[in-house]
């Protein structure tokens, strides 16, 4: 019985650390947390993430492989859209499953589609290629009871500061709402530059929310102010004018 006792115990706990290191590979780093980075060849030569962005805004978008329709029509949408997420200072990357070579004959069969349809814009963001799932397993992406690379399907917002500000994961089946992620990059950036939050639906324009006071009481002192920017629906719920 000692015998098969020392024996179970070394397993068991190798059991365990191996167990221990595969979660940590499939982390989703959450929001406030850093970027992890990465260093890997792309459509545009070899970069260093997020290094190379110092000061940018990113955007990494994630791809379970190459050639596959709702992927393609999202860096179509994503190449008409590039010069306004680059007036919004944001780098926009695109990482997929596959290697450097599929990755130069995606983007080459892609801006041969916007040419027949009379679009002169070419892919001008790199692709990243992820054939040993490296960054995809930094990322999270890879989900533990999928034998597929399908639920690399995500959207990371991450700020100057290299921290994720926002976190989309879509099925393989559904098509990013591209405005919407941009809407997104606006409204945290807004939240930056004013200290403010944004409501539901809010647009580039609308007004913001600002923290509610601590109490009632604490609502009142702020209402007596009669701060000509700010107004409320009730006591918790206070609004700032965006002029």
Known sequence: MKIKYTLFIPIFLLSIMLNAQAQEQ???????????EFTAKSTLGTITFPSDYLGKWKILFSHPADFTPVCSTEILDLAEM?????????QLLVLST???NSHIEWVRSLEKIQSDEG??????????PDVGLEISRKYGMIHPNMSSTQTIRGVFIIN?????????????STGRNLQEIKRTLLALQE???YNVLTPANWHPGDDYLIESPAS????EKLKRKNNPDLYSKDWYLWYKKNK
Do not use: T, W
Not at 26 to 36: D, F, T, V
Not at 216 to 219: D, H, R, S, T, Y
């Open 26 to 36: 499939n982390h989703i780093p959450m929001l406030g947390e850093s970027a992890p």
């Open 119 to 128: 679009s002169k814009v070419g892919i001008n963001f790199p692709l990243v």
């Open 98 to 100: 596959d290697g450097l």
């Open 191 to 193: 939240s930056d530059r």
């Open 82 to 90: 590039q010069d306004e997420f680059k007036k919004l200072n944001a």
């Open 160 to 172: 100057p500061e290299n921290e994720i500000c926002a976190i989309f994961f879509y099925p393989s």
């Open 216 to 219: 009632q009481e604490e609502a």
